[in-house]
């Protein structure tokens, strides 16, 4: 039996934040250490952060990033640890993964497959490393291989495969196995989006299943960049078995995981297999020795704790809840800002932002505790004396109702109900004589009166406009964060006003379209998530229907109204924009899921999205960063490039017309 410990940590780190990046490596190392890991595996680009961008062609950024490799590299003193970061070779630059054993930098295995899909543009900065090369760079005087490298470390051979060199059918790992193999190390910078934790489990059970290896699973953790967020998921299985699997959507700086793999088992296994999936000369690459043994553990291995809400698959109003909730607390803290402001409308969109930062104290103080919490936040005054997270959000977040002769008694108690219930400050205040000033200044310059029959959208604009300054304002005052408020669904067809409900530096629910947003706070009134529970003060909120309240209140204004049904809504929106389908072919793709909408109905509806859609691709551009959620988004520098001017759809949209005349 030859028994090691094997070690897997995600880190919440920040591009280019040098010292800070450096600290969470070594406390995560000096974990791994004190619980007598022999290897160790952390995320892809860790040193620098894996969201630097254009900054990774910075000269000075490649070579600080290999200074802090040399201070780390001391520190991996009896182990071996994989780290990530940019590496110049050749006057190409590449996505590396240094192995650092006993302090002495082995090699740096590059990755051969980039991520350029999604929100992804690593071909922009990296270059693909070809399979089976190996060159040399000089690193402090002495010469390191880098490319595709299989490490022997005193008898034990690693491979590492990062992130989507994993995910491919070609993967190195199927060629380092062919070399002999032991253990397989993937540092990775996986996004969160919905159900793609099950996706990963598979990855890793399956990777070492066919292998015969041991395989060990480290990603990033926290909204590291601004958009993206990181589950922080680790894993470690050997042979087909999961060993160990560490929590996901921590609040925490890293979290470790560690199991005990038998080397001499897993190649029994292989020796045993009844055909390798690659004969041994399929490798290719160059093995590099190390004379260090690996010691075996002596005491008991620490168990790892999943995180308990983390089911299979994991339930998306949870996963939701949490990731966004994580995603705000790291952002409030990295960009220094002294609490929210929220202009509650005392519907459902503001509400669900004011709902998630309550969730954000809820779930950070349950895992961090009220002090650690505090001091993570150590720009927002007398938060160490909150009681509970409803005092903390009180200290974080103020809330404000402005009202116009448009707006009725029950938003105003469901703004004031919402923001009570959370423990938010509540502030309100009238706005029609700012409103009617604007409006009075306009016709006076152009020598007519505005009338709602004539100019019913400037009408309802100005009125949006007009409370932007105020919150801007008052989160000047507080230097605060003003959060948007606007969801996908109206990002889609530009149901925003610019400069009115789309102001604020964050759009924390802007990934997410509104069919699914009004789910999760019927979910968040009755069930909540796991160890937090319901929010009641939400039922005022659920019991209304979506309403802009722009118009006199006798038009009985309803979202859906102005626009289609929600669902109908999103469900164009994933054809037309996620699947790229013309409007004919999304007309046929959603009539089976709208049998009771007549097929002119649903036409009518489709020619009015594609065309709000690229009326609107300006408004787009301009929207506050949100946070990606899901396999499919409409921020323009993250996931759906669309351009500004375009043919508008004019050829598809006649030949939808055409397809419903004959349909007739």
């Given at each position: 039996?030859?028994?090691?410990?094997?070690?897997?940590?995600?880190?919440?780190?920040t591009?280019?934040?040098?010292?800070?990046?450096?600290?969470?490596?070594?406390?995560?190392?000096?974990?791994?250490?004190?619980a007598?890991?022999?290897?160790?595996?952390?995320p892809?680009l860790?040193?620098?952060?894996?969201g630097?961008?254009?900054?990774?062609?910075?000269?000075?950024?490649?070579?600080?990033?290999?200074?802090?490799l040399?201070?780390?590299?001391p520190?991996?003193?009896?182990?071996?640890?994989?780290?990530?970061?940019?590496?110049?070779?050749?006057?190409?630059?590449?996505?590396?993964?240094?192995?650092?054993?006993?302090?002495?930098?082995?090699?740096?295995?590059?990755?051969?497959?980039?991520?350029g899909?999604?929100?992804?543009?690593?071909?922009?900065?990296?270059?693909?490393?070809?399979?089976?090369?190996?060159?040399?760079?000089?690193?402090?005087?002495?010469?390191?291989?880098?490319?595709?490298?299989?490490?022997?470390?005193?008898?034990?051979?690693?491979?590492?495969?990062i992130c989507?060199?994993?995910?491919?059918?070609?993967?190195?790992?199927?060629?380092?196995?062919?070399?002999?193999?032991?253990?397989?190390?993937?540092?990775?910078?996986?996004?969160?989006s919905?159900?793609?934790?099950?996706?990963?489990r598979?990855l890793?059970?399956?990777?070492?299943?066919?292998?015969?290896?041991?395989?060990?699973f480290?990603?990033?953790?926290?909204?590291e960049?601004?958009?993206?967020?990181?589950?922080?998921?680790?894993?470690?299985?050997?042979?087909g078995?999961?060993?160990?699997?560490?929590?996901?959507l921590?609040?925490?700086?890293?979290?470790?995981?560690?199991?005990?793999?038998?080397?001499?088992?897993?190649?029994?296994?292989?020796a045993?297999?009844?055909?390798?999936?690659?004969?041994?000369?399929?490798?290719?690459?160059?093995?590099?020795?190390?004379?260090?043994?690996?010691?075996?553990?002596?005491?008991?291995?620490?168990?790892?704790?999943?995180?308990?809400?983390?089911?299979?698959?994991?339930?998306?109003?949870?996963?939701?809840?949490?990731?966004?909730?994580?995603?705000?607390?790291?952002?409030?803290?990295k960009?220094?800002?002294?609490?929210?402001?929220?202009?509650?409308?005392?519907?459902?969109?503001?509400?669900?932002?004011?709902?998630?930062?309550?969730?954000m104290a809820?779930?950070?103080?349950?895992?961090?505790?009220?002090?650690?919490?505090?001091?993570?936040?150590?720009?927002?005054?007398?938060?160490?004396?909150?009681?509970?997270?409803?005092?903390?959000?009180?200290?974080?977040?103020?809330?404000?109702?402005?009202?116009?002769?448009?707006?009725?008694?029950?938003?105003?108690?469901?703004?004031?109900?919402?923001?009570k219930?959370?423990?938010?400050e509540?502030?309100?205040?009238?706005?029609?004589?700012?409103?009617?000033?604007?409006?009075?200044?306009?016709?006076?310059?152009?020598?007519?009166?505005?009338?709602?029959?004539?100019?019913?959208?400037?009408?309802?604009?100005?009125?949006?406009?007009?409370?932007?300054?105020?919150?801007?304002?008052?989160?000047?005052?507080?230097?605060?964060?003003?959060?948007?408020?606007?969801?996908?669904?109206?990002?889609?067809?530009?149901?925003?006003?610019?400069?009115?409900?789309?102001?604020?530096?964050?759009?924390?629910?802007?990934?997410?379209?509104?069919?699914?947003?009004?789910?999760?706070?019927?979910?968040?009134?009755?069930?909540?998530?796991?160890?937090?529970?319901?929010?009641?003060?939400?039922?005022?909120?659920?019991?209304?229907?979506?309403?802009?309240?722009?118009?006199?209140?006798?038009?009985?204004?309803?979202?859906?109204?102005?626009?289609?049904?929600?669902?109908?809504?999103?469900a164009?929106?994933r054809?037309?924009?996620?699947?790229?389908?013309?409007?004919?072919?999304?007309?046929?793709?959603?009539?089976?899921?709208?049998?009771?909408?007549?097929?002119?109905?649903?036409?009518?509806?489709?020619?009015?999205?594609?065309?709000?859609?690229?009326?609107?691709?300006?408004?787009?551009?301009?929207?506050?960063?949100?946070?990606?959620v899901?396999?499919?988004?409409l921020?323009?520098?993250?996931?759906?490039?669309?351009?500004?001017l375009?043919?508008?759809?004019e050829?598809?949209?006649?030949?939808?017309?055409?397809?419903?005349?004959?349909?007739?």
């Amino acid at each position: 039996m030859h028994k090691l410990r094997l070690a897997a940590a995600s880190l919440n780190q920040t591009p280019m934040d040098w010292a800070g990046n450096r600290d969470r490596i070594l406390a995560a190392i000096a974990e791994a250490k004190a619980a007598e890991a022999a290897i160790l595996c952390l995320p892809e680009l860790c040193i620098t952060g894996y969201g630097c961008e254009d900054q990774y062609f910075s000269i000075g950024l490649q070579r600080t990033a290999l200074e802090m490799l040399a201070e780390i590299a001391p520190a991996t003193e009896g182990m071996a640890v994989a780290l990530g970061l940019p590496l110049m070779v050749n006057r190409g630059l590449y996505n590396a993964a240094a192995l650092v054993c006993n302090g002495e930098v082995l090699g740096f295995t590059l990755k051969q497959h980039l991520a350029g899909d999604g929100i992804h543009y690593e071909p922009r900065w990296f270059r693909k490393w070809p399979t089976s090369a190996v060159e040399r760079i000089e690193l402090d005087g002495r010469e390191v291989p880098v490319g595709d490298l299989l490490y022997n470390c005193g008898g034990v051979r690693i491979g590492i495969e990062i992130c989507r060199d994993a995910w491919v059918a070609d993967r190195p790992g199927s060629r380092l196995a062919a070399g002999g193999a032991d253990i397989i190390l993937n540092p990775t910078a996986s996004h969160f989006s919905f159900g793609k934790q099950e996706i990963r489990r598979r990855l890793v059970l399956e990777g070492s299943r066919t292998f015969d290896v041991s395989f060990a699973f480290a990603n990033l953790l926290g909204n590291e960049a601004g958009r993206a967020i990181f589950d922080g998921g680790t894993h470690i299985a050997s042979s087909g078995r999961m060993l160990a699997e560490g929590p996901r959507l921590s609040f925490g700086d890293h979290s470790l995981i560690c199991a005990d793999i038998d080397v001499e088992q897993t190649r029994r296994l292989k020796a045993t297999s009844s055909e390798p999936s690659l004969p041994p000369h399929a490798y290719g690459g160059e093995t590099v020795r190390s004379s260090f043994k690996l010691e075996s553990p002596q005491l008991p291995c620490p168990v790892a704790t999943p995180s308990p809400w983390d089911a299979s698959p994991p339930p998306k109003n949870e996963e939701f809840a949490r990731a966004v909730a994580l995603a705000l607390f790291d952002y409030l803290r990295k960009s220094r800002s002294r609490g929210f402001v929220v202009s509650l409308s005392g519907g459902a969109d503001s509400s669900a932002v004011t709902t998630l930062v309550w969730l954000m104290a809820k779930l950070g103080i349950a895992e961090l505790g009220v002090e650690p919490f505090a001091s993570r936040l150590p720009q927002i005054r007398d938060l160490a004396g909150a009681k509970s997270a409803e005092a903390a959000v009180g200290r974080l977040l103020a809330c404000v109702y402005q009202a116009t002769r448009n707006s009725g008694e029950t938003t105003r108690n469901a703004a004031e109900t919402v923001a009570k219930g959370v423990g938010a400050e509540f502030l309100q205040w009238n706005i029609d004589a700012l409103v009617d000033g604007y409006v009075s200044t306009v016709s006076k310059a152009t020598g007519r009166e505005l009338t709602w029959d004539r100019d019913d959208v400037a009408l309802q604009n100005i009125q949006a406009r007009t409370r932007g300054p105020a919150a801007w304002l008052l989160a000047n005052l507080r230097d605060a964060l003003l959060l948007v408020t606007s969801n996908r669904s109206e990002a889609a067809v530009g149901y925003a006003t610019m400069d009115g409900d789309t102001c604020g530096g964050l759009a924390p629910i802007g990934g997410v379209d509104k069919a699914f947003l009004l789910d999760w706070l019927k979910w968040m009134e009755t069930t909540g998530p796991q160890g937090v529970g319901p929010l009641a003060a939400l039922s005022v909120v659920n019991n209304q229907r979506p309403t802009a309240e722009l118009r006199p209140p006798a038009e009985g204004q309803t979202d859906e109204g102005d626009l289609m049904p929600y669902r109908v809504l999103d469900a164009i929106e994933r054809s037309a924009i996620r699947d790229k389908l013309t409007p004919v072919e999304v007309l046929e793709t959603i009539r089976p899921q709208f049998a009771d909408e007549t097929v002119t109905q649903l036409g009518a509806w489709v020619e009015r999205f594609f065309t709000l859609w690229s009326r609107n691709q300006w408004k787009r551009e301009r929207f506050a960063p949100g946070f990606h959620v899901d396999d499919r988004g409409l921020d323009p520098k993250g996931w759906c490039r669309f351009p500004i001017l375009s043919g508008g759809f004019e050829r598809e949209l006649a030949a939808l017309r055409d397809y419903l005349a004959a349909a007739k």
